[in-house]
């Protein structure tokens, strides 16, 4: 008989990662949550999956307090900690959605409690007495959380339906511009209204303010090819979507990429070297017990 634990890994560091925004972090966590598990008798235990996701949701819960007073003293935009996904992440709408690095910052506009029912319910659509005594509150308290949250990242992140095809012909448009230092094919690829941010932390170069608009951002991408002729873009997934790791000058550097009404809206770069450990090997995410994207 196989380890429920094994069995439902890759389910548990989702949901922490989706906790936390951080690979680091939901590898603790996860780790956390195995040693509470060895220490169970595990006959006793009439639903395993439950009782880990119980276990790892407040783990998660306990670390994202902390880091949330840690993030209030970060230098600079804080984004989350970019993953390299399986192409079949991408498969899975809703999994690619609730991962992608435009609705983890989302999340993190919401409370530690608010952002594990959002996560819960809506990402992995848990029961709401199975939220409940994750989370120590009353299923009538995690209904009203939970409504809460929902409306809250609507308003946030409205729900944009883009062609998978679509997508990836503007991305790689972009990513071939940016190369290329072609001003006016970066002009063509970008929204009028296009935002770009980046997360540098204090300890990697970067701009220190979002800079909004087709023209500036433009410019700025174009320096690309001057400052680091002998850079590589690589088109890499990220998040569950098509976005670029960029090796330049011997730092590395990963964007993502939304796309919206066939042109690029917003750009998140993450420069921090601490959060590009996790470009180097594939995770594989999970919603349910059986380990399928």
């Known amino acids: 008989m196989s380890d429920p634990f094994v069995a439902h890994r890759n389910l548990l560091f989702t949901v922490a990662y989706e906790m936390l925004g951080s690979a680091a972090d939901a590898e603790d966590v996860v780790q956390e949550t195995w040693l509470r598990w060895a ?46 996904t399986t192409p079949d992440v991408a498969e899975d709408v809703e999994l690619a959605d609730s991962v992608s690095m435009a609705m983890l910052t989302v999340l993190e506009t919401l409370g530690p409690t608010e952002r594990a029912v959002f996560v819960l319910r809506e990402v992995f659509d848990l029961p709401y007495d199975e939220i409940a005594a994750a989370v120590g509150k009353t299923s009538a308290a995690v209904r009203q959380i939970a409504t809460r949250a929902r409306s809250h990242v609507a308003a946030r992140r409205p729900r944009v339906e883009v062609d998978r095809d679509e997508q990836h012909a503007v991305v790689e448009s972009f990513l071939a511009a940016v190369q290329g230092g072609d001003l006016q094919a970066l002009l063509d690829s970008l929204a009028p209204d296009v935002v770009l941010l980046a997360d540098h932390g204090g300890v990697a170069q970067a701009i220190r303010k979002p800079l909004h608009g087709s023209e500036p951002v433009a410019r700025l991408l174009a320096n690309f090819a ?68």
């Open 226 to 293: 001057t400052f680091a002729p002998d850079g590589v873009i690589e088109p890499m997934w990220i998040n569950g979507s098509l976005g670029a790791r960029i090796d330049a000058r011997g730092e590395v550097t990963a964007i993502s990429l939304e796309v919206e009404d066939g042109r690029i809206s917003k750009i998140l770069v993450v420069r921090n070297p601490a959060k590009l450990t996790s470009l180097t090997e594939e995770f594989v995410l999970s919603r349910d017990a059986q380990g399928r994207s």
């Open 39 to 84: 220490d169970v008798d595990q006959e006793q235990v009439q639903e395993p999956r439950a009782y880990l996701v119980r276990i790892v949701t407040r783990q998660a819960l306990n670390r994202l307090r902390t880091l949330s007073r840690r993030r209030e003293d970060y230098v600079g935009e804080w984004l989350p900690e970019p993953l390299l």
